[in-house]
Every structure is written in structure tokens, then in C-alpha cells.
């Protein structure tokens, strides 16, 4: 598992812009989504992100298909940002799935991420580069 360091937990927290973070999913045959999620982005650890699921419908259709995803997150005034892999979980109970539904009712679901690798989303010589 890739850690997330407090620079990285910074970055999610407090210097994403716009706050909206980029999901990445494909089906079972490949088929490649991407999909924007303004609510609910957490920490869960330093190896596990959480996005809530609201009318996420070929997201989670792919995600149970093929639990391989991607987070995307930047600065878009700053050209940063870190792109997460990870292998994903759909959470429909629970404590996180509540905590979700306080900021937003119609949350259906949580998503887990567990981070496997991660990526600089930079501009410039580092773009793409792995770092953990």
C-alpha cells in the first residue's frame, strides 16, 4: 500500500481547487468512465480515501465490476495535484455512509479507496511521476 503524506493530506484538505475531485472506473470488458464527485471526499487514513456516491450510477456499476479506480485531484490555479490508484469498496451502511449523508441526504453510498500507488499531476518535469 502507498501512504499518504500530511503534504498530500493538505492538498485534499485545503488546496484543491475546484473542490470537485475526478473518479476513473472502467467496466469489466475495459470500458473507461470518469466521473466528478463534489461530495463527501475524506481521509480515512493514510492509505484510504472515501467519495460519497450520489447518482453515481455507471460508476458504481463499474466499480463493483472492477474495483481498480483512480482519484484525481488538483489545484487548477497552480498546475498540482496527485492522482491516487487504488482498489475500491462500495459502503451502503454504516457510520461513514451517516457521516456522508449529514453534508448531503441523497448520498446512496461511500466508496473506500485503498491506495495503492500515487502519482504527481504537476506541470512540468515531475508530471506523472511516482512518488509513493
Not at 30 to 55: R, V
Not at 112 to 119: A, F, S
Request: avoid cysteine; aromatic fraction near 8%.
Amino acid at each position: 500500500m502507498a501512504k499518504l503524506t500530511a503534504e498530500m493530506s493538505n492538498f485534499i484538505k485545503k488546496e484543491r481547487d475546484p473542490v470537485t475531485v475526478f473518479v476513473g472506473t472502467s467496466s469489466k470488458d475495459g470500458i473507461p468512465n470518469i466521473a466528478a464527485k463534489g461530495t463527501f471526499i475524506s481521509i480515512l487514513d493514510d492509505e484510504t480515501l472515501a467519495y460519497a456516491d450520489t447518482y453515481s450510477v455507471k460508476t458504481l456499476k463499474n466499480v463493483r465490476q472492477n474495483p481498480h479506480v483512480v482519484i484525481a485531484v488538483i489545484n487548477a490555479k497552480t498546475y498540482k495535484g496527485y492522482q491516487f490508484k487504488g482498489m475500491a469498496e462500495v459502503v451502503e451502511s454504516g457510520p461513514i455512509l451517516e457521516e456522508a449523508r449529514k453534508q448531503n441526504p441523497q448520498v446512496s453510498s461511500v466508496t473506500k479507496v485503498k491506495v495503492k500507488e500515487i502519482y504527481l499531476l504537476d506541470y512540468g518535469p515531475q508530471a506523472g511521476k511516482k512518488v509513493a
